[in-house]
């Protein structure tokens, strides 16, 4: 019984220290922007747009990370984050938000306006 409950404490710290480093590699993925709803901004764009503020350059496979979290990405995954790019440009564009691509690498963020998002939406 020693054994059982040894065991059973070892796997319940174990779990627990990989819940932590789960939330510390999703803050370092999304960071901790609040995108304010009227943005009008799906799941996925909100999603690529957290990881666009939290760092100066966001490769391609990060972005696929992020909107593919929890589910395989579809084979045509490519085509899909250029779509949702396009869409995201396009929502953003009324607030002064240009997203930028880095051909063969993925996207960015003047850093002007990552730097006025990372203060105007704080959580």
Same mark, same amino acid.
Request: net charge neutral; glycine share 4%; charged share 30%.
């Given at each position: 019984? !020693?054994?059982?409950?040894?065991k ?11 819940? #932590? !480093? ?16 009227d ?5 996925? /764009? ?10 100066? #350059?966001?490769?391609? !496979?990060?972005? #696929? ?9 579809? !084979? ?5 984050? %250029?779509? /949702?790019? %396009?869409?995201? %440009? ?34």
């Amino acid at each position: 019984m !020693e054994d059982f409950a040894e065991k059973n404490k070892q796997l319940t710290d174990e779990v627990a220290e990989l819940q #932590e !480093e789960n939330r510390q590699l999703k803050d370092m993925l999304y960071g901790d922007s609040t995108i304010p709803w009227d943005w009008g901004l799906s799941p996925s /764009q909100a999603a690529i747009l957290r990881c666009l503020i939290a760092r100066p #350059e966001v490769h391609y !496979e990060t972005i #696929e990370a992020a909107i593919y979290f929890k589910r395989e990405p579809p !084979e045509n995954v490519m085509s899909v984050l %250029r779509a /949702q790019m %396009r869409y995201l %440009r396009l929502k953003l564009k009324p607030f002064g938000v240009e997203i930028h691509n880095k051909s063969g690498f993925g996207y960015y963020l003047d850093p002007a306006t990552r730097k006025r998002l990372r203060r105007d939406l704080k959580p």
